[in-house]
């Protein structure tokens, strides 16, 4: 087993907005500082620039939030590591369409072809398929940018479900704390479990958290324009408790069933039964974060019935158990 040289892209020319830091930080947390007692050598941790640092006062994200990142190494030196990973890349990169650095996709894929493995964290994923390294590939992002990541590369096969996705030699994640999880999961490819245990255990995190970012998914109404659903779709979630069937909303909306499930498919993009599961798994996500209700009790006051029934839909749509969820989200108040 071997450490080797982990290169991590800062996007020094186009700065790195504060929010950014956290997706920064992870890698130079887990593999820039020594433990010799746990493997000796560690990781070789190389932060390469992209371009040059704006100057005070051109008027860029970094200069105004009075951030400015230099670093040792370049472009060169990612290209020559073993292991490339891709934080985050810039908001307008992501929600604008500005196109990528053109000198960064170059490097990637030279990285790719030298043999490095590929790693992206939230929105780096973004980085890695435009430069066709997630082409017929599965793989992730954070959850709020998987279906721009989708249409924008149809070639990517985008899982909005999982922590993370390890198809060998490119592994991508999605946000905040989950690239900390993957960063784990390497070192434990790497040096082994009981080094990846060590280490999450002096970061006080857990080594392996279960389930997927599915927990996390707002599972709220979807927008609609059709003006004419809301008051039924109000009406329905006042009675999620209740047996609700197609022919009961179909009635209240004042439609034949088959009308009304087509214009429901067509407001929201899913089925009247996929709706009604939905408001079910939401209410009882609420249930479980804000009450100490017991598990058959939040089956019963969700509509998902007995506990068994909560834990099946719960285990299937949200990857974890209902208790499993309730200890993510514990009550603050």
Not at 138 to 153: G, K, S, V
Not at 191 to 196: D, K, P
């Amino acid at each position: 087993m071997s450490a080797g040289s982990v290169a991590v892209v800062v996007p020094v020319d186009i700065g790195v907005p504060s929010w950014d830091l956290y997706e920064l930080s992870i890698p130079c947390t887990v593999f820039g500082k020594p433990q010799p007692d746990l493997a000796d050598p560690w990781y070789e941790l190389r932060l390469c620039g992209i371009g040059e640092p704006p100057q005070e006062g051109q008027g860029s994200p970094v200069a105004d939030n009075g951030l400015a990142l230099r670093t040792r190494y370049g472009l060169d030196d990612l290209v020559n590591a073993d292991t490339v990973i891709v934080p985050s890349v810039p908001d307008p990169c992501v929600e604008d369409g500005r196109p990528m650095p053109p000198a960064l996709i170059t490097a990637l894929r030279r990285a790719y072809d030298a043999g490095a493995r590929m790693v992206s964290l939230c929105t780096g994923a973004f980085a890695l398929a435009e430069a066709g390294l997630l082409d017929g590939r599965r793989a992730t992002a954070h959850w709020m940018h998987t279906a721009q990541l989708a249409e924008r590369y149809p070639k990517v096969h985008v899982d909005d479900s999982v922590l993370y996705v390890d198809d060998g030699d490119v592994l991508t994640s999605a946000g905040l704390t989950a690239g900390l999880d993957l960063c784990l999961h390497l070192v434990r490819r790497d040096l082994g479990a009981h080094v990846a245990n060590q280490l999450a255990r002096r970061m006080v995190v857990p080594a392996h958290r279960p389930g997927g970012q599915a927990q996390f998914i707002d599972l709220s109404v979807p927008a609609t324009d059709d003006q004419g659903l809301g008051p039924v779709l109000e009406w329905a979630r006042a009675r999620l408790d209740q047996p609700l069937t197609v022919e009961d909303l179909a009635r209240r909306a004042a439609m034949s069933p088959r009308t009304f499930y087509r214009r429901l498919q067509a407001a929201t993009g899913t089925t009247p039964l996929q709706w009604l599961l939905s408001q079910r798994l939401g209410r009882a996500q609420g249930l479980l974060e804000s009450t100490d209700l017991p598990i058959d009790k939040v089956g019963e006051l969700s509509g998902l019935g007995t506990a068994n029934n909560l834990r099946h839909h719960f285990l299937k749509q949200i990857g974890v158990s209902p208790s499993d969820y309730r200890r993510a989200f514990p009550r603050t108040g």
